[in-house]
């Protein structure tokens, strides 16, 4: 496979990176000899056509440059870079064929082969190429041949479920699965595509109406909305779709007569605004149900669809429904998640003198919602308790450990009259016995008032980030004492308290790791980011300056969720906090 030798080998990924598996997993499927290489041509994933085509053993393919492992001229020399005809396409990134090439194989004869690349979505937003090829003809030695030769549209079609695959699996998002796969068979199959979804309610909802202009994709938002119910016995060809009876062929005329149902009248009035002459309709479905329908229309283009496409146009369609059933289910679980995590957590207590406000975000991805939390409670001497925390996990069995902990740290801070760390270690006792929480890391502390109208915080700290603490003038420091170990770990260590006058005018911040982390860079980096940001938002009311602290530390690359408790005590002792009423 061609690459450029300016690019070097520096972003190539490694055969035991998740790629190599995952992808010639996918590969298995496709119908013919095919291969995966990243930006720098060098492979990553092959399967078992491939391998034995070629009569190498996977080892001797992963991680090496398919160039100068394969191509060679009809005399079986290497393949001058200047002469490769894969290598513009695989520069520009474009799907291109070709007929009269050959690879070495393993034992060191030629294959003379026919092949097809396209480019092919690796994840995390890196982009290879996919390289379909079969034999030109029969071999009279090595291992069987395929059994057929399959001309080059066939390739172009397997090209085209791989990359359906690939696209539409690689996201968890419903509506950006529709959006890939329109964009996947407009232009390249039809001028306009149009998606109609059945509801949970069992409402048909027109969702997308798409067609190409020149190279951009247009959206007819006139033409979508909701639909008039699915008849129960109607013989038109969308009623059937939607039914899961039946991929059908259909055009103007198909409408033209006297409506059977509200859904007929809606198809006359797409075939009249779109100037659709030829349309093939399939059923989108999961294992479970059909989901709705995907409709293919050529206006432009001035062939029609024929029944030998409704297979590809089925294939395509299947895919889609097993893409929008995840994105479904996986929604469904986030939204119970959101919705159990709201619930648990807590409203703020109004303590005279203290302004205190809280924040959480929950994650971008749906899988990593669950286990931040927050809590501020009264306690029994009149002292105001404080805590922050992260249970390990993101899911559902996290926001369920976090109630527990959460739960179980209040009663033993009500019923025990002792300082944050004895009731940290009484917690860590019970975690391991009674709860189904792995380990977690969080902050306790109390903060009451003082004889001559002062605020004065303890606290203990179990493995996470430490508090801010922000003067009125802008000075700020971390609270570094009163560390111990995390909670959950069956290690029994003594655990020690920190313990600081706030000063008057002060703003404290409990916050979880997903403010300061980023991937690739250190904590040290996170919590300078925060304490100068802190400093410079000191003098803003508390609510000005928590919405604005979250907004300017909080990584953009950030995969977590982020709960965040401030509190600021009054600017003179035994007075009120600036801006509370």
Not at 156 to 174: C, I, K, N, P, V
Request: glycine share 8%; net charge negative.
């Amino acid at each position: 496979m061609a690459e450029p030798e300016e690019k070097g080998t520096a972003g190539s990924h490694h055969p035991s990176e998740p790629v190599a598996a995952h992808g010639s997993a996918a590969l298995e499927a496709i119908g013919t000899a095919a291969y995966v290489v990243d930006e720098q041509g060098r492979i990553v994933a092959v399967n078992t056509r491939a391998r034995d085509l070629l009569v190498r053993p996977v080892e001797d393919l992963l991680d090496r440059d398919a160039h100068d492992l394969l191509h060679r001229d009809a005399g079986g020399d290497r393949l001058p870079r200047s002469r490769c005809s894969m290598r513009q396409a695989f520069h520009e990134g474009r799907t291109a064929q070709g007929d009269d090439d050959y690879f070495e194989r393993g034992d060191g004869t030629l294959l003379p082969i026919s092949w097809l690349i396209t480019p092919y979505d690796l994840g995390d937003r890196t982009c290879g190429t996919l390289v379909l090829f079969h034999a030109r003809h029969p071999l009279e030695a090595g291992p069987p041949p395929e059994p057929e030769v399959k001309p080059v549209p066939e390739l172009e079609r397997l090209a085209l479920l791989a990359e359906t695959t690939t696209r539409l699996t690689s996201t968890l998002d419903a509506d950006e699965a529709l959006h890939r796969l329109v964009a996947l068979v407009v232009p390249r199959l039809a001028d306009w595509a149009v998606v109609d979804l059945i509801t949970e309610r069992d409402e048909v909802w027109r969702t997308l109406v798409v067609h190409a202009e020149g190279d951009r994709l247009v959206r007819h938002e006139e033409l979508e909305g909701p639909m008039p119910p699915v008849p129960e016995a109607s013989p038109m060809p969308l009623s059937k779709a939607l039914r899961g009876v039946a991929s059908t062929l259909a055009g103007p005329q198909t409408y033209q007569g006297p409506p059977d149902s509200g859904i007929a009248l809606e198809q006359r009035r797409l075939f009249d605004a779109t100037g659709i002459h030829s349309a093939a309709i399939a059923p989108i479905r999961s294992t479970r149900e059909v989901l709705g329908a995907l409709t293919l229309g050529r206006a432009k283009q001035p062939e029609g669809f024929t029944s030998d496409g409704l297979p590809l146009l089925e294939d395509i369609a299947r895919r889609a429904g097993l893409a929008l059933d995840n994105a479904r289910l996986y929604q469904r679980q986030r939204k119970v998640a959101e919705t159990m995590q709201n619930h648990l957590l807590p409203q703020m207590p109004r303590v005279p003198g203290l302004e205190m406000t809280v924040r959480y975000l929950p994650a971008p991805d749906a899988s990593h919602v669950g286990g931040d939390w927050y809590d501020a409670f009264a306690l029994a001497d009149g002292a105001t308790a404080l805590a922050v925390g992260d249970v390990v996990g993101h899911d559902l069995e996290a926001a369920a450990g976090m109630a527990q902990l959460r739960n179980m740290l209040r009663a033993y801070a009500w019923a025990l009259e002792e300082p944050p760390s004895r009731i940290a270690y009484r917690l860590d006792e019970a975690v391991l016995h009674i709860t189904e929480v792995t380990m977690a890391t969080m902050i306790f502390a109390r903060v009451e008032e003082t004889e001559d109208g002062h605020w004065r915080l303890t606290w203990h700290n179990a493995g996470h980030p430490p508090p801010l603490l922000i003067s009125h003038d802008g000075l700020a420091h971390f609270l570094t004492d009163g560390h111990g170990l995390l909670v959950g770990t069956g290690v029994r260590l003594p655990r020690a308290d920190g313990s600081a006058l706030l000063p008057p005018g002060s703003t404290l911040v409990l916050y979880t790791d997903g403010l300061v982390e980023e991937p690739g860079r250190t904590l040290d980096d996170g919590l300078h980011r925060l304490r100068q940001h802190g400093a410079a938002l000191a003098h803003r009311p508390l609510s000005s300056f928590t919405d604005h602290l979250l907004r300017r530390v909080r990584p953009a690359a950030n995969d977590d969720d982020v709960a965040l408790l401030a509190l600021r005590v009054p600017d003179r002792p035994g007075g009120q906090a600036a801006g509370q009423v």
